[in-house]
């Protein structure tokens, strides 16, 4: 009998998965229960994952004024979804719905974190603390049912940058209607740039 080295045996005639000689790097055989599967992407831990957005209009001398009355934010980039929570299958999802300024959320139970980046440009009108608030909502129309909260003071005024993280257990409505971010001041005028978001999958839900 010839003398074979495992490696050399053609796929039909060994006990590795089907198509492991030309299988990608960073990829397992996941079997589908009908005696056949797939070559499938887990270069990095399922279930959990983030993303980066940021907005690309309120930066340099372009301001967006916060005041007494509740600013949605607005994102208009995803800067890094490299990251994004994926399943064992492959499946990537992403986290935030810049057209419509939606943070994005997977599956009920979950446990998500967000952190906000800004700066303040210039104030008017003493403003001393700023509110960050975020919405979810049970008919996708309106958003007012609170699911976090946190206060930062304004202590420098211009030029002061703040960052704040919130985190939260993910209900139904999350999943099915997304959650919208917005900030209110105490009294006055605070003028904000370099708007950014890391949206986070922290726990997936079991």
């Known amino acids: 009998m010839a003398n074979i ?7 039909a005639q060994r006990h590795e998965p089907k198509g492991i000689s030309t299988a990608s790097a960073n990829t397992v055989y996941m079997s589908n229960g009908s005696a056949t599967g797939s070559w499938t992407l887990v270069n990095r831990l399922p279930g959990t994952g983030w993303g980066k957005y940021t907005n690309t209009t309120y930066v340099d001398t372009t301001v967006l004024p916060i005041s007494t009355t509740e600013v949605l934010l ?3 980039t995803a800067d890094n979804e490299s990251q994004l929570p994926i399943s064992l299958s492959g499946t990537t999802y992403s986290l935030m719905d810049t057209a419509n300024d939606k943070a994005l959320f ?13 700066k303040i440009y210039s104030t008017s ?12 909502s049970s008919d996708g129309v ?23 993280s919130a985190m939260f257990s993910v209900t139904s409505d999350m999943v099915t ?22 949206s986070s999958r922290i726990h997936k839900a079991r």
Not at 106 to 118: F, V
Not at 125 to 136: A, F, N, R
Not at 145 to 152: A, H, L, R, W
């Open 5 to 11: 080295q495992h490696k050399d045996i053609p796929d």
């Open 74 to 76: 607005p994102f208009t």
């Open 106 to 118: 997977i599956s009920a139970g979950d446990l998500h974190n967000i952190t906000l980046t800004l």
């Open 125 to 136: 009108g003493s403003p001393v603390t700023m509110d960050l608030k975020i919405y979810g």
């Open 142 to 164: 309106t958003y007012a049912s609170m699911i976090g909260e946190t206060t930062v003071n304004i202590v420098k005024g211009a030029d002061q940058v703040i960052t704040q």
């Open 177 to 198: 209607h997304g959650a919208k971010i917005y900030l209110v001041t105490n009294t006055g005028t605070a003028n904000i740039i370099n708007i950014g978001l890391i």
